[in-house]
């Protein structure tokens, strides 16, 4: 399957500021965004990269390097695919460091014109779009969004419930789910930085000792 | 299969406090367990709450009365279930409000002498115990030592990998997932509330409007 994986390739993760100063916050979004390429790969999917700018990565993927906005962007490729007849197109975010090849693998195989994964905060991680006329819009609250406009077109919807499609890594909370679940170069990446599991009045999060 | 519901009654969810007065905290949480209680019914499991004190319950379920602290309580259970030969038993959360019969009957019916469905924060949401021997341990990252307890006793481990499963609410960020992703109880108390889904620079959370 034909699987975009949009980048952001300037200023990414600025929500991880207290944590990382900006040359670590690229380096660490790129080392997701190569893991994240590694399991579609390894789940037997097609990636293209679509970044903002030029990236170099370290992994195998076509990257199209396209500075409009991420749902334009997205929804060129959409079209596109769609006139060349191809029956279905997925679109994965670029920091699921969680994602494995074996729930990648079940995703791509689920049935539905629309296979929704939502992410924390009702955004939408990893779509597989099978009708010809869906667009994104990854505004605000976009799983309720993508699902109005599956309705509106009459696409039929499954929801993909993951938890690890389910965790973007955003928020400096988010960065313990990378050491606990996930063994790719993210996880390495942290470790290398400092990064340990931190256990505090019982509550879990992560402590950067260097 | 019987599954055990742990609900520590009194002061629960302090973390909701910026939110929520107590006598709200205390409904609301009452409002989760009914619902899990109920998915735990609609998938065909024989739930019995374990409450720290007595309860009154508006869902199908026997209410066990347990002061003791929750590691203690569940494994007497566990113990007694073994010593019965009962030849599994589940323990899920009294907060998972986002629980559906249908990922509920998944998780009883998945393989393993323990089936894992972590939470964020390296937590452990939901069990299934088919090992004699198997122990829980709640504290801390109790997800990795669940891990090793499996490994110490020779346990097969099935991880579950669901959002819903992972999202247990107790921060004010976890209540936008039950308006957006439930139809049950804890949704109609958090409307009733005055709660809505709040969309404001790309963030999503919740408002309270009276």
Redesign the interface.
Known sequence: MAVLVPYAAARPKTRLSDFLDSPERVSFSRAMLADVVDAVVDSGGNPTVLATEPVELDADATVEVDDRPLSTAVNDRLAAAADDGDDSTAVVMSDLALATPR?LSRFFDADGDLVV??G????TNALVVRHPEFRVDY???S??DHLRVARDIGASVREF???????DIDEP?DL??VL??TDGRARDWLLDAGFT?D?RK????VRRER
Chains 1, 2 share one sequence.
């Open positions: 729930v994964a939502p924390r905060g009702g955004g505004h605000g609250t799983y309720l419930d993951s938890m690890r499609l389910s965790t909370e313990v789910e606990l679940h599991v256990v019982g509550r879990v999060g």
